[in-house]
């Protein structure tokens, strides 16, 4: 069978089975054409929140999966591969949140979505990368401590002057591999092109880009740009994705280190398997978890809008 012929087959089967398929932006693009929706992780939980079918396979990594079962709890989802984790999320557990709590308690916990559900339960609100600034400045609170990624917060900062921030020392191990020799290496090379890069980059990459944002908010400004030449400083993927949207452009990725292991674990062939109930993972969360990460989950929503 060829990739045309199994992503047919996988549209005939979801069809057939009433299930639906979301991706995150850092799927492949096989993955993305067969899939209900792709987006940011933000665009992620708000369908997720409304998705109209019983079973949703989330291809992606767990903590995304969990979101869905969170916000809709009468539903099956599954995770399409298993293996797929976001390190970050595993950096801060509850104990942490507990000791931070005891340490800052003043201060409004605000935790980034790549955390599990069971530690969404201690926070008070989730953000993304496309919502955070815009909920911080709806939080009443002046004193504001961001877990677990210190890059994205210290980004969000900067567009918060009004608010104090207290930071945990955690991040993404793939956006922090990208450092300022990358971005010099690549002007050097592409001295026509814009640099946009995820603000999960360390501030050293952030502070040198043209525009930084979200995975969709980075395809969205290269898309409507009248540049024609790009440096892009995220997971490869979006690379891929942009090269099919905008084939009348260039995109250069930022450094080789732009690899997410975890987002890059599921297949195509996984997607099928899952629609068949060959494979995949159920996700189960207890009552208390669903509830206590909806609150903070359901706040971002409500915030982020
Ligand atoms: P966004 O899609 O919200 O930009 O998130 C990036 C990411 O690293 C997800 O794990
Ligand atoms: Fe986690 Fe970084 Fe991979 Fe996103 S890109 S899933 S934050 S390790």
């Not at 399409?80 to 976001?86: F, I, K, S, T, Y």
């Not at 009443?140 to 004193?143: G, I, L, R, T, V």
């Not at 930022?254 to 997410?260: A, D, I, N, P, Q």
């Given at each position: 069978m060829n990739t045309r012929e199994l992503q047919d087959k996988i549209i005939a089967l979801k069809k057939e089975k009433g299930m639906c398929i979301l991706a995150h932006a850092y799927q492949s693009h096989d993955i993305w054409e067969v899939a209900d929706f792709v987006g940011d992780s933000f665009a992620l939980s708000q369908y997720a929140a409304s998705v109209p079918q019983d079973t949703v396979i989330m291809c992606g990594v767990r903590f995304m999966a969990e979101t869905v079962k969170v916000l809709s709890p009468q539903k099956r989802s599954i995770l399409?591969?298993?293996?797929?984790?976001?390190p970050m999320a595993e950096q801060i557990d509850q104990k942490m949140i507990t000791w931070l709590k005891d340490k800052y308690p003043k201060h409004t916990i605000v935790a980034y979505i790549n955390t599990t559900s069971s530690l969404k339960t201690a926070v008070d609100v989730c953000v993304t990368s496309s919502s955070a600034v815009r909920i911080i400045n709806n939080i009443?609170?002046?004193?504001i401590l961001f877990v677990p990624d210190k890059n994205l917060g210290e980004w969000v900062a900067q567009q918060c002057p009004d608010k104090e921030f207290v930071f945990f020392r955690g991040g993404c191990p793939t956006h922090m591999r990208i450092r300022k020799r990358d971005v010099e290496a690549a002007r050097k090379d592409h001295p026509n092109a814009k640099l946009l890069v995820h603000p999960e980059c360390l501030g050293e990459v952030t502070d040198l880009a043209d525009f930084a944002g979200s995975t969709t908010e980075i395809m969205a400004y290269a898309k409507d740009s009248s540049e024609k030449e790009f440096i892009i400083g995220t997971e490869s993927s979006i690379v891929q994705h942009l090269q099919f949207e905008c084939p009348d452009k260039q995109f250069y990725l930022?450094?080789?280190?732009?690899?997410?292991h975890n987002m890059k674990m599921t297949t195509l062939a996984d997607v099928y398997q899952c629609l068949l109930g060959r494979s995949g993972e159920e996700i189960n969360l207890t009552d208390d978890v669903i509830k206590g990460a909806k609150k903070s989950i359901e706040r971002m929503i409500e915030l982020g809008r």
């Open positions: 399409a591969n298993p293996l797929a984790g976001c009443q609170n002046d004193k930022l450094s080789r280190e732009c690899v997410c």
